[in-house]
């Protein structure tokens, strides 16, 4: 499946919010916060791309702020 993006799992908002709590509300490559400590608008971003085989499971998801998330990709997401 290398190179092709399959859809997000069904209840990939609950996945997302699990991992934000788990990192703490915070990027964890620059340390903004978000939700509750802060004001930055965090992402869930996978560490393994999907397009590459990486899976939808926490251990490889990881938040990211907005502006990390954007540099790691070179492109700038929709709000």
Request: overall charge neutral; some cysteine; hydrophobic content about 25%.
């Amino acid at each position: 499946m290398r190179g092709e993006t399959r859809p997000l799992p069904e209840d990939w908002g609950t996945r997302a919010h699990l991992v934000r709590h788990r990192d703490g509300f915070y990027c964890r490559n620059c340390g903004t916060g978000g939700g509750p400590n802060g004001s930055a608008e965090l992402h869930v971003d996978h560490q393994v791309p999907r397009s590459a085989g990486g899976s939808d499971e926490p251990e490889n998801l990881r938040t990211l702020c907005r502006g990390c998330h954007e540099a790691r990709h070179a492109r700038v997401f929709d709000t």
